[in-house]
């Protein structure tokens, strides 16, 4: 039986140092102790409390207007296969404002992970936005015949010096691809940050090679930069088709809400770097960096639920008169509104397509990854086949080379001598002998 003694002490100095390094002010719950409300402890607020006050407004603002279109999106869901793409791409601004909030205000094991679901519904919602427009513009079918029409695209900046990739089914699933790929890292970094959280390897802000933040950092935000490029690159490919459905705005405050964020933390990082942000006794400027980056975070959802209106109206997607028409010739009453309300709410929920599109990437993959193998085990089998021909025809040219030389011999000597030619009866040096 293995002695566990000392994972238990890793896990419990991991715990009590993720704690120490973010607290402010009070504590999480000791190891061994059952979770409970009473164990969350609380953060000093390095700003103005008024600061706090707006912030809290700011995200109730921001789940009301969003609640708004959500619930209308449901009410009137009459095209399931681009609505619930629309709906789930709508629960992010309450999602980060909330999100933001929560990590304003407490402390301890929350600080640390309150971000991982945030994270891992960001990729959720950069596919959802691509599989969006595939289904607006048709279907995968559709999009293939439509880029297999076009003429050959450079690959989009920085990496137009790179291979153009084939237009049809190689730029569709590269891109298709390369948006899922984010949807299975980011789970993936979710993991290792729990896991090597506990046993205290994690290092939270520390970009130390001694601590895996700095490698789930790296891995996480190149996974996000190619799923972005391959979204740009799929717009960059389908524009002409898109632009009907206002795709600009759609794919502006989509990336504006993944990246506007992260940039944010970057130059205010930077700022107080440079020494803009001074600290004080009680607070460090990391944390003042922190606090106002949440604030901030939790005031723009307020403006991102505002344009979501203006990206994502519910007219573009259903008709809403001939719906309220038929409304009222059912006579439907408010119970039925709700009943109708919920039962439409329980599909985009449904992720059986995302479950069957990771299935059919690592089937893609496996496949990709035995034709590799196989055309190098051809190539190598080609190569020694080679090999052994060399070395079988090279000594036979050699003799062949000889005996022709010898036969030349011998010919001069014989004309030279006045004797009859060998060459006149017919004999050569190939010939088999009797």
Partial sequence: ???????????????????????????????????????VAYKRFPLSYLAWVASCVSVLLTIVISSHLILKHLEYYQNPSTQKYVVRILFMAPLY??????????????????DVFRDCYEAFTIYNFLKLLVVMLGGEKEVVGVLARKPQMDMVFPLNFWAPWEMGAEVFYNC??????????????????????????YGPNSFSLARLHFYVFLASNTSAMWAIYCLVTFYFATREELAPFNPVLKFAIVKAVVFFCFWQGMVLGVVAYLGYIPENPDFSSDNIVEAVQEVLVCVEMVVVSCLFHKAFPLEEFADVAELARERRDAQKGLR?????????????????DIRDDISTYGEDQKQRVAE???????????????????????????????????????????ARSGSPSAWSSGWSPLAPRE
Wanted: glycine share 10%.
């Fill in 176 to 201: 298709k691809y390369g948006a899922l790929q984010y949807v299975i890292v980011k789970p993936c970094c979710a993991i290792i940050t729990f896991v090597s959280g506990a046993a205290g390897l």
């Fill in 1 to 39: 039986v293995p002695d566990l003694s000392k994972f238990q002490s890793g896990v419990e100095d991991g715990i009590a140092k993720a704690t120490n390094a973010s607290a402010t002010g009070g504590g999480g719950p000791e190891l061994g102790e059952p979770f409970g409300l009473s164990k």
């Fill in 372 to 414: 590799r193998v196989t055309g190098a085990i051809s190539a190598a089998q080609e190569s020694v086949t080679g090999l052994i021909h060399s070395a079988r025809v090279e000594p036979f040219r050699a003799s062949s080379s000889s005996l022709e030389a010898e036969a030349l011999d011998l010919e001069r000597q014989r």
């Fill in 97 to 114: 404002a909330v999100d933001s909030l929560l990590a304003l205000t407490f402390v301890g094991w929350m600080t640390t992970y309150i």
């Fill in 336 to 352: 039925a509104k709700i009943h109708e309300i919920r039962t439409n709410a329980a599909d985009p929920f449904r992720v059986a």
